[in-house]
């Protein structure tokens, strides 16, 4: 009798204990994600550096962790294509201990002017959740002048040298003398 | 005999001399120049400055610059051309031209030289464009290949087609208003939505097309940044038609008749 409420006792702990682990598993909510810096400023094309750094605050190691980052423009409700940003979407940075954190970079260039919100999420495969982290506002300035790409030189001078020869052509040609046709007065 | 062949070798040769005087000495050749350049500067200037707000148009930029330097360039070209023969018909001067002892032959090959110039000229004027804006990209030495390329066969095919129209053509205006219009018609497909010129269908016609198969050539090496070897098949049907539109040009230039002005 002791023997089988012995054995149940330990089959059903030993379930409590499956469920309590299998929940760990796939819940990142120990996860912290966090992006720095917290705002950042640059010009049209200019590459900057994002630090993503995964903190495992849970007692337990993580499953496999991929980091991915998005960027949005809040002004227009829209995502921008991420893509056009960087060329890395996503990076699988393996298992983070209990306790530990992982800090890994991301080159991202802008493509167009305006204010962007960015930001990055840790995913594992058969979590249940997700761990986002916190925003980063860029501002990026457009690169609007009156001499783009250097063209305005080329653009205005071009112009200016045919329209030049054309007019010395028509000076020259006024300038010729006309000769008089057979039986006309000159 | 080698005096006969030295006398009609260098017959194209004094034709083309004269008509080069009278393209580029006279107001004619200059002002289509000036034309084409404005046309170009305005154009470059306004797709440079879309460029300077999102990295990704610079490259679009560069092909659309290129294209319309290949387009509007082989239509200066053809004007001249399709003025060459009936041009010279409305004025009363072909009767004068046809009594020299240069060969028909040779006074057709001499015009479609002259003609060619304006090309060329075009091309000079659309180099450094072209090369400034296709230096933030780095497609600088592709751009200018395409240009002279691809640009010089659909020009050479579309000279050839201006005077070979120019020839049958009894007045001027009938010969230019045809050579716009096939000109027009050939750029067409270039224009087609990608879905209709992407099908199997759509494909062939845009490659058999020596206008639009240029102007293809150019998007795919200049924007979609696909590799020269991909790429050529789209100068077959350019020098195809350069090739078979010149000779019948040549041709045609022993049926060329007074019309109205004998």
């Known amino acids: ?186 | 005999m080698t005096t006969k062949r030295s006398e009609s070798s260098a017959g194209w040769w004094v034709i083309a001399k004269q008509e080069l005087i009278d393209l580029w000495f006279s107001s004619k050749g200059l002002s289509v120049l000036l034309g084409f350049t404005l046309l170009l500067s305005a154009l470059s200037y306004l797709a440079s400055a879309d460029a300077g707000i999102n990295l990704l148009d610079a490259r679009e930029s560069v092909g659309v610059v290129v294209q319309v330097s290949i387009a509007l360039g082989t239509l200066a070209a053809l004007v001249v051309s399709a003025d060459a023969i009936s041009g010279e018909r409305e004025r009363g001067t072909l009767e004068a031209l046809l009594v020299t002892p240069v060969a028909r032959r040779n006074i057709v090959i001499g015009k479609l030289v002259a003609a060619t110039s304006m090309w060329v000229a075009a091309l000079v004027v659309a180099l450094p464009f072209v090369a400034v804006m296709a230096d933030g990209p780095g497609v600088a030495s592709e751009a200018v290949l395409v240009l002279v390329v691809g640009g010089g066969l659909v020009a050479a095919a579309l000279t050839a087609l201006g005077l070979a129209v120019s020839s049958v053509s009894m007045s001027n205006r009938t010969s230019l208003a045809a050579s716009v219009a096939i000109l027009l018609l050939l750029a067409a497909p270039s224009q087609l939505p990608s879905i209709a010129s992407n099908g199997t269908l759509g494909a062939v016609f845009v490659k058999a097309n020596p206008v639009s198969s240029g102007l293809k050539l150019a998007n795919n090496v200049l924007v979609r940044q696909q590799p020269w070897p991909d790429n050529w098949g789209f100068l077959i049907s350019p020098l195809l038609a350069a090739i078979v539109l010149t000779a019948i040009a040549i041709a045609l230039s022993d049926r060329l008749e007074l019309g109205g002005a004998r």
């Open chain 1, 1 to 186: 009798m002791t023997a089988r409420i012995a054995c149940l006792t330990a089959v059903v702990l030993a379930s409590t204990f499956g469920l309590t682990s299998a929940a760990a598993a796939e819940s990142l909510d120990d996860i912290n994600v966090a992006v720095d810096p917290a705002s950042q400023s640059v010009v049209l094309g200019e590459a900057f550096t994002l630090q993503v750094t995964v903190t495992n605050e849970g007692d337990e190691a993580t499953l496999p962790l991929v980091l991915h980052v998005d960027i949005t423009d809040p002004q227009k409700s829209t995502s921008v294509d991420p893509e056009d940003w960087t060329s890395t979407l996503s990076k699988a940075i393996g298992i983070v201990d209990s306790g530990s954190s992982l800090t890994v970079d991301w080159e991202l260039q802008p493509i167009s002017g305006g204010d962007f919100a960015v930001y990055a999420v840790a995913l594992a495969a058969g979590a249940e959740t997700l761990s986002p982290s916190n925003v980063l506002r860029v501002t990026v300035q457009d690169q609007r002048s009156l001499n783009p790409g250097g063209i305005l030189p080329v653009a205005i001078g071009a112009p200016i040298v045919v329209g030049g020869l054309l007019l010395v052509q028509m000076r020259l040609a006024r300038r010729s003398p006309r000769v008089p046709l057979a039986g006309t007065p000159g």
